[in-house]
């Protein structure tokens, strides 16, 4: 692991990674265990990840916890889902003080079960004064639930006289969305094995290099995650130009 850290170049590191934390359930079963246990040993990625993240000097970590998809899952396994999100945040915050990492949150949050909504502002609030890095749950998120909404706002603004037509642009459209505070993602990786985005930052993720390995969520460890980093850096992001204009 040290010697894919050494090659890390920390003045090129992405400001923002996404992450796509897939295939808990998977390892669960492969291990002829419940599938909440691959969503408990998940929890230690996290932590790994975040830490990671942290020490790099990534500003902004962003993570795809629970989709609105997610609610069709079985009860019991929601139910649970919920309960551990309650848990890890309490559980977590004193290491999220201890190294300056501000929670986050994007996605329809107050329609959450009000006991993990609770832990969940009660971690923001606490955590809203540190400046290292950025955590993001994205918890009973949609893209496309987002864009909808951001349209809503928008029409309103038209319809109110305080927005103009011709003010609505590309900008004005990111400043509607949840993720209005942070910079686009550099980086998206996803686990498992799976190619998609599964309605994950349809917008933000316009120009993102994808990172995707068959590991499961729960062995996805820090090195890992640096050869992740390292792939990333190896890429050449030319926004539409060429690779000659990009040498001017």
């Known amino acids: 692991m040290d010697k894919i850290l050494e090659q890390i170049d920390k003045e090129r590191l992405p400001r923002h990674v996404a992450v796509i934390m897939d295939g808990n359930g998977r390892w669960a079963q492969l291990h002829g265990q419940p599938r909440i ?17 942290a020490e790099l000097g990534v500003e902004f970590l962003t993570l795809y916890a629970f989709s609105t998809e997610n609610w069709s899952r079985p009860a019991d396994e929601v139910d649970a889902l919920m309960h551990l999100l309650v848990e890890t945040v309490k559980g977590e915050l004193d290491v ?6 501000r929670l986050n949150a994007i996605g329809d949050l107050e329609n959450l079960p009000p006991k993990t909504y609770q832990a ?8 809203k004064s540190n400046n290292r890095m950025t955590l993001t749950l ?5 893209s496309r ?6 349209m809503r706002q928008i029409a309103h603004k038209v319809s109110a006289g305080t927005l103009g037509m011709d003010q609505i642009d590309d900008d004005c459209i990111s400043q509607h969305l949840t993720t209005a505070q942070m910079p686009d993602p550099e980086l ?10 599964s309605n994950f930052l349809l ?7 994808f990172y995707f390995t068959d590991i499961f969520w729960p062995e996805f460890t820090k090195e890992e995650f640096y050869k992740a980093i390292l792939d990333f850096q190896l890429r050449e992001r030319r926004f539409g130009q ?6 001017i």
């Open 242 to 247: 060429t690779s000659d204009q990009l040498k």
């Open 37 to 53: 246990f691959g969503h408990k040993n998940g929890v230690r990625s996290v932590r790994q990840i975040t830490e990671a993240s």
């Open 120 to 127: 969940l502002r009660e971690g923001i609030e606490d955590t």
């Open 96 to 101: 999220l003080n201890e190294n300056s990492i």
């Open 145 to 150: 639930w987002e864009l909808s909404n951001a």
């Open 188 to 197: 998206l990786i996803r686990t498992s094995g799976e190619h998609r985005v």
């Open 138 to 142: 994205a918890l009973n998120y949609s």
């Open 203 to 209: 917008w933000q993720l316009a120009y993102t290099e």
